[in-house]
């Protein structure tokens, strides 16, 4: 499991609602591996990447129970894993348990939610990515204004508490 920091910020105390959103990366593309969001810095986020940790969950500290860093300051957490794998399904899991006032974007491929968390947000694989920055900006705006979380009102976004009746 490696993670990166792309910016100093990232690292600085929290002084409220006036630092750019923190956007926490799970993925284990290698592209992510040397990817300098561009589009995320123009929409005012700093990100930080993990690549997860593979196929054995328990590598993952917040699976053991224990605290992670950057989820605990990030704002939103998108993740580009494979959510059909276990390993994934469990990481999603403790995310939005151990964080339920963080967003939790999950990319998912034909808009399959079964697969979901309650709380946690899809986005299209395919999605661009000013609709990713668009997505998660939105889902932290509204999680960091009301604490709560929930799909945000975008084209491409849905909810699993949503999505159930």
Same mark, same amino acid.
């Given at each position: 499991?490696?993670?990166r920091v792309?910016?100093?910020?990232w690292l600085q105390a929290d002084n409220g609602m006036d630092r750019p959103l923190r956007v926490?990366?799970?993925?284990? %593309?290698? $592209?992510?591996? =040397? /990817?300098d969001y561009w589009a995320f810095r123009l929409g005012r986020m700093d990100v930080a990447v993990c690549s997860g940790p593979g196929g054995d969950a328990d590598e993952c500290p917040l699976?053991?129970?224990?605290?992670?860093?950057?989820?605990?300051?990030?704002?939103?957490?998108?993740v580009e894993l494979d959510i059909s794998l276990p390993s994934t399904?469990?990481?999603?899991?403790?995310?939005?348990?151990?964080?339920?006032?963080? %967003?939790? $974007?999950?990319? =998912? /491929?034909?808009?399959?939610t079964s697969l979901l968390p309650e709380g946690a947000v899809s986005l299209a694989k395919t999605a661009s990515v000013n609709e990713q920055?668009?997505?998660?900006?939105r889902a932290a705006i509204d999680a960091r204004r009301t604490g709560s979380l929930g799909a945000p009102d975008l084209p491409g976004a849905t909810s699993r508490r949503h999505t159930r009746d």
């Open positions: 499991m490696w993670q792309l910016s100093r910020r926490l990366v799970e993925s284990q %593309s290698p $592209v992510a591996a =040397v /990817a699976v053991r129970g224990e605290p992670c860093p950057f989820a605990e300051q990030a704002d939103a957490v998108l399904q469990r990481i999603v899991a403790a995310l939005t348990a151990r964080h339920p006032d963080t %967003s939790v $974007v999950v990319e =998912v /491929a034909d808009g399959d920055v668009r997505v998660l900006r």
